[in-house]
T-cell receptor, first 109, second 112 residues
Framework: SQQGEEDPQALSIQEGENATMNCSYK?????LQWYRQNSGRGLVHLIL?????REKHSGRLRVTLDTSKKSSSLLITASRAADTASYFC?????????FGTGTSLTVIP | SQTIHQWPATLVQPVGSPLSLECTVE??????LYWYRQAAGRGLQLLFY??????ISSEVPQNLSASRPQDRQFILSSKKLLLSDSGFYLC???????????FGPGTRLTVT
């Protein structure tokens, strides 16, 4: 299956620290996207990185993509309590998207 | 930008009863539409996707079905619900291949 896998499954940090989450996948992709989900809510799109890109920034978010290792990382800098959520990576194969099981991030005030 | 509406927000149904979940999209035309299911504490499982009216692709064989009667309407149905159908159902859309995917607020279904 092409499903992504996030690592770690859970992460707890102090407010102000950086949080890093990793995603690995199995087959070639067109792009990789990261999403945030607050408890019981829909997913919010964070950032999209295409297969020919290596790094992308958006505010406090930094995403890297290594297609040779089939992996991506999401870095959240200067974390805030409001960043507490689950984070998912999703890989796409044409019209289909495949999501990992997510990383649960807790930011302690 | 797109806005995705889903209803109902929550639903409790007995085993064996029918199901109809509706998703509508505003702010775009001819989107690709998706239905996902998320079990508690798990990732998203792609159930169906549609690239146009009447065009449905199924990812997982099950007792659910999907229909797209209008360009911006996507319906998830079942004739007889199973306990295993409980979960959080999310509708999503993209404008095309390789585009960002946007999600609705979800419907939480509990089958009792």
């Amino acid at each position: 299956s092409q499903q992504g896998e996030e690592d770690p499954q859970a992460l707890s940090i102090q407010e102000g620290e950086n949080a890093t989450m990793n995603c690995s996948y199995k087959t070639s992709i067109n792009n990789l996207q990261w999403y945030r989900q607050n408890s019981g809510r829909g997913l919010v799109h964070l950032i999209l990185i295409r297969s020919n890109e290596r790094e992308k920034h958006s505010g406090r978010l930094r995403v890297t993509l290594d297609t040779s290792k089939k992996s991506s990382s999401l870095l959240i800098t200067a974390s805030r309590a409001a960043d507490t959520a689950s984070y998912f990576c999703a890989t796409d194969a044409g019209n289909q998207f495949y999501f990992g099981t997510g990383t649960s991030l807790t930011v302690i005030p | 930008s797109q806005t995705i509406h889903q209803w109902p927000a929550t639903l409790v149904q007995p085993v064996g009863s029918p199901l109809s979940l509706e998703c509508t999209v505003e702010g775009t035309s001819n989107p690709n539409l998706y239905w996902y299911r998320q079990a508690a504490g798990r990732g998203l499982q792609l159930l169906f996707y549609s690239v146009g009216i009447g065009q449905i692709s199924s990812e997982v064989p099950q007792n659910l079905s999907a229909s797209r009667p209008q360009d911006r309407q996507f319906i998830l149905s079942s004739k007889k619900l199973l306990l295993s159908d409980s979960g959080f159902y999310l509708c999503a859309c993209t404008q095309g291949i390789g585009d960002e995917q946007y999600f609705g607020p979800g419907t939480r279904l509990t089958v009792t």
